[in-house]
T-cell receptor, first 110, second 121 residues
Framework: GQQLNQSPQSMFIQEGEDVSMNCTSS?????WLWYKQDPGEGPVLLIA?????ELTSNGRLTAQFGITRKDSFLNISASIPSDVGIYFC??????????FGKGTSLLVTP | GAVVSQHPSWVICKSGTSVKIECRSL??????MFWYRQFPKQSLMLMAT?????????EQGVEKDKFLINHASLTLSTLTVTSAHPEDSSFYIC?????????????????FGPGTRLTVT
């Protein structure tokens, strides 16, 4: 499947700071998905993007589908301790399967 | 909506035994479910696509005789790890897409179960 490169690999920030992470693909996608995984849990869908240039928000989270259709960005504003976790981007593979990035681990200190 | 459950949440078994993990879609029908494996501090690796009423599609390198998948109904897929060995110890997660073959419209959105931690001693 297509390779997804996610960066940064990890982030260590203070509560209240904004966070930005991104994902790039070796090929064009028609869908980008962003998930969050808490330790010992399954991933939870945060935002789904379907159109190049699309900007979608979910509370303090905002994600954008890059114009080139090869990248996507996720921003978290005013981070809080419960934002801690691993954030994964995902894009379609063959059939309805998904390819996942390697994840961005976010740590937030009070 | 789009809730997926898994059972058990954790299991410890002896080497050589088999373990069955269940994945259920609680509020929708799923013609397609997916099984992933995740090692500590790593991403999700797709093992197989489970198709209701037909054979599962396995990813390259995944032994189909070791990881038996049965998708007998529109709300249940099972993964059986046969003759488990310590190297099979991992976090197994299933997901389902309510949009495939359903009335929700076409989409790639997958909803995940809470995962099953398998430890083989």
């Amino acid at each position: 499947g297509q390779q997804l490169n996610q960066s940064p690999q990890s982030m260590f920030i203070q509560e209240g700071e904004d966070v930005s992470m991104n994902c790039t693909s070796s090929s064009i996608f028609n869908t980008w998905l962003w998930y969050k995984q808490d330790p010992g849990e399954g991933p939870v869908l945060l935002i789904a993007l379907y159109k190049a240039g699309e900007l979608t928000s979910n509370g303090r989270l905002t994600a954008q589908f890059g114009i080139t259709r090869k990248d996507s960005f996720l921003n978290i504003s005013a981070s809080i301790p419960s934002d801690v976790g691993i954030y994964f981007c995902a894009g379609p593979n063959s059939g309805y399967a998904l390819n996942f990035g390697k994840g961005t681990s976010l740590l937030v200190t009070p | 909506g789009a809730v997926v459950s898994q059972h058990p949440s954790w299991v410890i078994c002896k080497s050589g035994t088999s373990v069955k993990i269940e994945c259920r879609s609680l509020d929708f029908q799923a013609t397609t479910m997916f099984w992933y494996r995740q090692f500590p501090k790593q991403s999700l690796m797709l093992m197989a696509t489970s198709n209701e009423g037909s054979k599962a599609t396995y990813e390259q390198g995944v032994e189909k005789d070791k990881f038996l998948i049965n998708h007998a109904s529109l709300t249940l897929s099972t993964l059986t790890v046969t003759s488990a060995h310590p190297e099979d110890s991992s976090f197994y997660i299933c997901s389902a897409n309510p949009h495939v073959g359903g009335v929700w419209g076409t989409s790639y959105e997958q909803y995940f179960g809470p995962g099953t931690r398998l430890t083989v001693t």
